[in-house]
């Protein structure tokens, strides 16, 4: 497989905006444009951007995985640099043992050609013997003598070098033979073998323990998705909620609610402030409440929601806002509502009904910040000042009565359960007594 190469163009764009990742490309590496044109032919065109989803989202997992200290691609590429070195060690320990081998067949070689010219070389003394030898027994046929004592002597000179030619061609079979288990050949190829064998099963079981290390990270990482697709889908219903009871609040008083949480605010690529109020004033400005449901597995610090409404204020030109999550226990505060800011307030939306109070002191409190940047004369700003004071903080004592209240509540329901187990308890043991003092009788 080719190397993915950087294929862009001057419209490329990859983006993230709030909890989406937005990709504009244009690939042009030809594997991947098949591998694309297959998947349109046997699924269409949805089945195509499920599996590129796939693709990319395994893909920024795989690497994001490089820079681990476990990093899978790693250890493959340390199998394989182990394989190859292992490999080449052997290289180079046969080429020694086969150049050692060489030495050897060419000393034998060096032998026989030794053997060989002093055999040649003692030829005519051993043919000079034969003729002493002869004339000193009186033989008067000189030709006959030479040729017996040539024939002689070569047939001599012809069995010695047989028998140095069979040995250095013994000595050559034993040293390349590999069916002589002695043979430096065969002891360098059950070498070899048991080299290749051992480095290649651990090579082998080092890829699979890297590839079962990314099998698990890539399951891990779809089963993280998975979970932030299923999370993102429950904070997307609980911000339908909060936008449908603020829309519900607004019918009354005329003011205009928009859900503007999957849009950027203009100028910007954010979403922060998901509800968007506009106060119905005179006047060409409005005023502008933005509220931002907050469902998180972890509750936020004091810190964090006025950083965070502080934003929703800023991109979406608010004066106000809002922060919304499920329970109390993710308020930062003792009750269900909290001021982090001088306009900004944190409300639990477990009392649709605190949440709607909460709701009017702040459009209250807008109105007032309002009233100051303009300086109106007309309007009293002390006086505004201390009703909204005086409402926040009846607004805290209705808070801890309904805390109250409730924790009542829940005591009235244990003591009326408590009371009929006791009834039911007092019924029993008084059929029981009825049935023992009158036996014949059915208590039925």
Same mark, same amino acid.
């Given at each position: 497989?080719?190397?993915?190469?950087?294929?862009?163009?001057g419209?490329?764009?990859?983006?993230?905006?709030?909890?989406?990742?937005?990709?504009?490309?244009?690939?042009?590496?030809?594997?991947?444009?098949?591998?694309?044109?297959?998947?349109?032919?046997e699924?269409?065109?949805?089945?195509?951007?499920?599996?590129?989803?796939?693709?990319?989202?395994?893909?920024?997992?795989?690497?994001?995985?490089?820079?681990?200290?476990?990093?899978?691609?790693?250890?493959?590429?340390?199998?394989?640099?182990?394989?190859?070195?292992?490999?080449?060690?052997?290289?180079?320990?046969?080429?020694?043992?086969?150049?050692? #081998?060489?030495?050897? /067949?060419?000393? %034998?070689?060096?032998? $026989? =050609?030794q053997?060989a !010219? &002093?055999t +040649? @070389? *003692?030829?005519?003394?051993?043919?000079?013997?034969?003729?002493?030898?002869?004339?000193?027994?009186?033989?008067?046929?000189?030709?006959?003598?030479?040729?017996?004592?040539?024939?002689?002597?070569?047939?001599?000179?012809?069995?010695?070098?047989?028998?140095?030619?069979?040995?250095?061609?013994?000595e050559?079979?034993?040293?390349?033979s590999?069916?002589?288990?002695?043979?430096?050949?065969?002891?360098?190829?059950?070498? #070899?073998?048991?080299? /290749?064998?051992? %480095?290649?099963?651990? $090579? =082998?079981r080092?890829l !699979? &323990?890297? +590839? @079962? *290390?990314?099998?698990?990270?890539?399951?891990?990482?779809q089963?993280?998705?998975?979970?932030?697709?299923?999370?993102?889908?429950?904070?997307?219903e609980f911000?339908?909620?909060?936008?449908?009871?603020?829309?519900?609040?607004?019918?009354?008083?005329?003011?205009?609610?928009?859900?503007?949480?999957?849009?950027?605010?203009?100028?910007?690529s954010?979403?922060?402030?998901d509800?968007v109020?506009?106060?119905?004033?005179?006047?060409?400005?409005?005023?502008?409440?933005a509220?931002?449901?907050? =469902?998180?597995?972890? !509750?936020?610090t004091?810190?964090?929601?006025?950083?965070?409404?502080?934003?929703?204020?800023?991109?979406?030109?608010?004066?106000a806002?809002?922060?919304?999550?499920?329970?109390?226990d993710?308020?930062?505060?003792?009750g269900?509502?909290?001021?982090?800011?001088?306009?900004?307030?944190?409300?639990?939306?477990?009392?649709?009904?605190?949440?709607?109070?909460?709701?009017?002191?702040?459009?209250?409190?807008?109105?007032?910040?309002?009233?100051?940047?303009?300086?109106?004369?007309?309007?009293?700003?002390?006086?505004?000042?201390?009703?909204?004071?005086?409402?926040?903080?009846?607004l805290?004592?209705?808070?801890?009565?309904?805390?109250?209240?409730?924790?009542?509540?829940?005591?009235?329901v244990?003591?009326?359960?408590?009371a009929?187990?006791?009834?039911?308890?007092?019924?029993?043991?008084?059929?029981?007594?009825?049935?023992?003092?009158?036996?014949?009788?059915?208590?039925?």
């Open positions: 497989m080719s190397v993915i190469p950087a294929q862009r163009t419209s490329d764009r990859v983006t993230v905006i709030g909890d989406a990742l937005e990709i504009h490309l244009r690939i042009t590496h030809p594997e991947t444009v098949a591998l694309a044109r297959r998947e349109v032919d699924h269409g065109p949805a089945g195509l951007i499920s599996t590129v989803a796939t693709a990319v989202t395994v893909g920024m997992i795989a690497t994001s995985l490089q820079g681990g200290a476990g990093n899978a691609s790693a250890a493959m590429t340390r199998a394989l640099t182990g394989f190859e070195e292992a490999m080449h060690a052997r290289a180079v320990s046969a080429t020694a043992q086969l150049d050692s #081998l060489i030495g050897r /067949i060419d000393a %034998t070689e060096a032998a $026989t =050609r053997a !010219a &002093e +040649l @070389a *003692a030829l005519p003394t051993r043919i000079e013997q034969g003729l002493t030898t002869a004339l000193a027994g009186g033989s008067r046929n000189v030709q006959e003598v030479v040729r017996q004592a040539a024939t002689s002597a070569l047939n001599d000179a012809q069995a010695q070098l047989a028998r140095v030619v069979g040995a250095h061609t013994a050559v079979r034993s040293v390349i590999t069916e002589n288990p002695n043979s430096p050949i065969a002891a360098l190829q059950r070498d #070899l073998n048991t080299t /290749i064998t051992t %480095t290649v099963e651990n $090579t =082998r080092e !699979a &323990e890297g +590839l @079962a *290390a990314v099998r698990a990270l890539v399951q891990a990482g089963a993280q998705a998975a979970a932030r697709d299923k999370s993102s889908a429950r904070g997307k911000e339908e909620t909060i936008a449908e009871i603020v829309g519900n609040w607004s019918v009354g008083s005329g003011d205009s609610v928009e859900h503007v949480g999957t849009q950027p605010a203009p100028g910007t954010r979403k922060t402030g509800v109020i506009r106060l119905n004033t005179p006047g060409a400005h409005q005023p502008t409440i509220i931002e449901a907050k =469902r998180r597995a972890k !509750a936020l004091a810190r964090q929601h006025r950083e965070e409404l502080g934003e929703a204020m800023r991109i979406r030109r608010a004066q806002a809002i922060g919304v999550v499920p329970t109390p993710q308020v930062p505060g003792p269900r509502f909290h001021r982090v800011d001088a306009n900004a307030f944190v409300v639990s939306a477990d009392d649709p009904e605190m949440f709607v109070m909460v709701l009017a002191v702040v459009k209250e409190l807008t109105l007032l910040t309002t009233a100051q940047s303009d300086a109106d004369p007309a309007v009293d700003l002390g006086r505004a000042r201390t009703a909204i004071a005086g409402g926040i903080q009846l805290s004592r209705l808070d801890e009565v309904t805390k109250y209240t409730g924790n009542a509540e829940r005591a009235l244990g003591i009326r359960s408590t009929d187990a006791l009834r039911a308890a007092m019924t029993g043991q008084l059929q029981e007594a009825a049935r023992a003092l009158r036996p014949n009788t059915d208590s039925a």
